[in-house]
């Protein structure tokens, strides 16, 4: 579906309020990242560890810039109640994706921000705050900038299943079943990685790695990644090949072979 | 032990020549990683792939730094034959550790560089070029640069085993007895994360982990994070508590009660 018309007045809009809220997001999250801010915050937590303060932190801001530039939209974020909107566009929050990577000091996880109509989702952002690198995908846009500069995302599409590279970001994947169908999949690959949360969809948007399979995922964990993909020439659905938006069993895919391979390998779970 | 003495000159030598070569290994690993140069240089790689041609690469100019700055020294590589020294000191480098990971574009392989002599590791570094992070200890140094300034390293101390982060590359871990073992002490612990090669031992001189564990190491892989771990007031041994200076199974701790703990476990493997 082609969904909304939107000028090109409101996507650059968009895009810059998804660029301000993804700053936003850096400023706070960066505070608390491997305990800069514990010796000076920690009378502040209130019974709270520095990742929730982070997290809520962070969605707070990203609201508050949204709000501000974009008040007919509606918000839906992980931490907070959803905010209605008239626009019919939803910005999607997930203020620091891969809490255990952030606790751990890892600079995999991120900050995802996406915004979807009623039956698509247009544009989004997997951004790393340590490394400053930033992956967007949307309205004619696929790219990351980051510490080594800009460079356009694009899957790569020559990769047989045999020579594939597979991230989940748990070994156990999710339940017993869904681990057994990521291992049945995953022992025919070449290689499978744990431990990016969101990261893994950023490096599969860029030509990296081949597939991504994850379960018991919510709406504002995937959309990012879905919109980034996407515009990268990659295909992000269910176990099952339909539309995963919602969230739950996620397949993403660099090519349509491999992700018709996956889907036949993960449907029969 | 104390081991050589070594006058001020020659330590801050040492220093300055580590991060020479630390400088010269980013320039040629950054060239190759994530397929920069796929386009322009796959006619020079004469059959190797990227990822061989980057890790030779990156040896080859760390020798140059070393032995034109330190002619005496000895140096042990894991690329090319080693070169007998006179000094008593030898130069251990890992051009890329975590290949795996080089080339699936994850950000948590690193470039390890180590002098050493004949009983005890003297200085260390962990860098991982992308990020532009540089953990580095030994000669009362322990601290990391990086994107957002410098910092001391310092374990922490205060994790009790059912509180605490532990690691691994794979989890696998090693043969099938090993990855029992790694398991068995996993479980006692808070967190189980995977998939960050050297990077691993960085957070743990960070104070952002507890625990690491893996088996199959070379000496070229370890070297290096012995040097910063302990410069950062951790521990690193083999299974049963010894020293784990020419690799294998290897145990890093934050603190002597969660190394004691650690070794009660795995050494009735």
Redesign the interface.
Same mark, same amino acid.
Do not use: E, K, N, V
């Given at each position: 579906m082609s969904g909304m018309q939107l000028s090109e007045q409101d996507r650059a809009d968009i895009i810059a309020t998804a660029e301000a809220a993804a700053e936003a997001a850096r400023e706070i999250t960066?505070k608390y990242f491997?305990?800069q801010a514990l010796n000076t915050e920690s009378k502040l937590t209130e019974g709270f560890d520095p990742v929730t303060v982070a997290d809520r932190g962070s969605e707070e801001a990203m609201r508050a810039v949204i709000a501000a530039r974009r008040p007919d939209d509606a918000i839906l974020g992980e931490e907070f109640p959803p905010k209605p909107g008239t626009s019919g566009l939803t910005w999607v929050l997930d203020p620091i994706d891969g809490t255990?990577?952030f =606790?751990?000091?890892?600079?995999?996880w991120g900050v995802l921000i996406a915004v979807r109509s009623a039956d698509e989702c247009l544009y989004g952002v997997i951004d790393q705050p @340590? =490394?400053?690198e930033r992956f967007v995908g949307g309205f004619g846009q696929a790219k990351v900038t980051g510490?080594?500069g800009e460079r356009a995302l694009a899957v790569r599409t020559d990769v047989t299943l045999e020579n594939a590279?597979i991230?989940s970001t748990f070994?156990e994947v999710g339940s017993e079943e869904e681990g057994e169908a990521f291992h049945d999949l995953a022992h025919r690959c070449k290689?499978t990685? @744990?431990?990016?949360d969101c @990261?893994a969809y950023a490096?599969l948007a860029?030509?990296? =790695?081949d597939l991504v399979v994850e379960a018991g995922l919510q709406a504002y964990d995937i959309l990012a990644p879905i919109a980034v993909i996407e515009a990268a020439g990659g295909i992000v659905t269910d176990w099952h090949g339909g539309p995963v938006l919602e969230g739950g069993r996620v397949l993403a895919a660099a090519s349509k072979e491999l992700h018709a391979q996956a889907v036949s390998i993960l449907s029969t779970y």
């Open positions: 960066l491997r305990g255990r990577g =606790i751990s000091g890892t600079p995999t @340590y =490394i400053g510490p080594h590279i991230f070994p290689l990685r @744990y431990g990016m @990261y490096l860029a030509g990296q =790695i």
